[in-house]
């Protein structure tokens, strides 16, 4: 998006925030209706600035900017509140999702369904959701983030176009699909998968346990390729803490 702009009412989550001078900030945020951008909030490091308690991670946010060019200035900010403080583990996992974004999410380029998957990700993660849960809606955010990115996975059928099989194993080769494993045979390039991991993920299902741990296999490997060599902070943590 180009020339100058004024914005008043979007609503937004703050993704990450680093200084700029001695009194202010840039704060990367993503709105739902004009995506990811930077934005200048002036003298909001100061001690007395009201802007201090209310540009919070992984809080509903309503914001307002204006100008030109890749950061715009911050006129005004709003706590919308709704969803409890993350804390714990939530945090890190929080953290994690917000290191996609800025790491793959392009500037300026709306995506309101990942905006709501995002917002849905948080909520559940604010509420103390078990390990099974905060994986599975970790699995959800990430593809809907390649989906949104214009990387959607074909599950329902493989790369020559046949129905997967659920009780077959295939290797899933990035930018082709699945394909039998008996094809490939015994050291073929992608990642093993079961056809019923496939299909539980075409149905956004993820209460068995071992679709699970495939999917999350599966969608490491397919963001570590698009992430094109660039390391996660976030899951260097993951490892620290024996990848809980």
Same mark, same amino acid.
Not at 19 to 38: K, M, N
Not at 90 to 95: D, E, M, R, T, V
Not at 175 to 180: C, I, N, P, S, T
Not at 191 to 197: F, N, P, R
């Given at each position: #998006?180009?020339?100058?702009?004024?914005?008043?009412?979007?609503?937004?989550?703050?993704? &990450?925030?680093?200084? @700029?001078?001695?009194?202010?900030?840039?704060?990367?945020?993503?709105?739902?209706? &004009?995506?990811?951008?930077?934005?200048?909030?002036?003298?909001?490091?100061?001690?007395?600035?009201?802007?201090?308690?209310?540009?919070? =991670? @992984?809080?509903?946010?309503?914001?307002?900017?204006?100008?030109?060019?890749?950061?715009?200035?911050?006129?005004? =900010?709003?706590?919308?509140?709704?969803?409890? @403080?993350?804390?714990?583990?939530?945090?890190?996992?929080?953290?994690?999702?917000?290191?996609?974004?800025?790491?793959?999410?392009?500037?300026?380029? %709306?995506?309101? =369904?990942?905006?709501?998957?995002?917002?849905?990700? #948080?909520?559940?993660?604010?509420?103390? %959701?078990?390990?099974?849960?905060?994986?599975?809606?970790?699995?959800?955010?990430? #593809?809907?983030?390649?989906?949104?990115?214009?990387?959607?996975?074909?599950?329902?059928?493989? %790369?020559?176009?046949?129905?997967?099989?659920?009780?077959?194993?295939?290797?899933?080769?990035?930018?082709?699909?699945?394909?039998? %494993?008996?094809?490939?045979?015994?050291?073929?390039?992608?990642?093993?998968?079961?056809?019923?991991?496939?299909?539980? #993920?075409?149905?956004?299902?993820?209460?068995?346990?071992?679709?699970?741990?495939?999917?999350?296999?599966?969608?490491?490997?397919?963001?570590? &390729?698009?992430?094109?060599?660039?390391?996660?902070?976030?899951?260097?943590? @993951?490892?620290?803490?024996?990848?809980?």
């Amino acid at each position: #998006m180009s020339g100058k702009q004024r914005i008043d009412g979007a609503a937004a989550f703050l993704l &990450h925030a680093y200084p @700029f001078s001695e009194t202010s900030l840039i704060v990367e945020v993503f709105a739902r209706d &004009h995506g990811r951008l930077a934005l200048l909030a002036r003298g909001a490091r100061r001690p007395r600035s009201a802007l201090r308690g209310v540009l919070l =991670a @992984f809080q509903p946010l309503e914001l307002g900017w204006f100008g030109a060019g890749e950061v715009k200035t911050l006129a005004k =900010a709003e706590w919308l509140g709704g969803i409890p @403080f993350i804390k714990g583990k939530g945090l890190l996992l929080g953290y994690y999702l917000n290191e996609l974004l800025l790491k793959l999410l392009p500037r300026e380029d %709306a995506h309101a =369904a990942l905006y709501d998957a995002y917002a849905t990700a #948080m909520q559940a993660l604010s509420e103390g %959701a078990t390990e099974t849960m905060a994986a599975a809606e970790l699995r959800r955010f990430e #593809m809907a983030l390649l989906t949104e990115l214009g990387y959607g996975l074909t599950l329902e059928r493989d %790369a020559e176009g046949a129905a997967i099989q659920q009780t077959a194993r295939y290797h899933f080769q990035i930018e082709r699909g699945a394909v039998l %494993a008996e094809q490939i045979g015994p050291g073929g390039a992608g990642l093993a998968v079961s056809g019923k991991t496939l299909l539980d #993920m075409a149905a956004n299902n993820y209460a068995d346990l071992r679709t699970l741990a495939e999917c999350k296999q599966l969608m490491r490997h397919l963001l570590a &390729h698009y992430l094109s060599g660039q390391a996660l902070q976030t899951r260097r943590v @993951f490892i620290e803490l024996q990848d809980v």
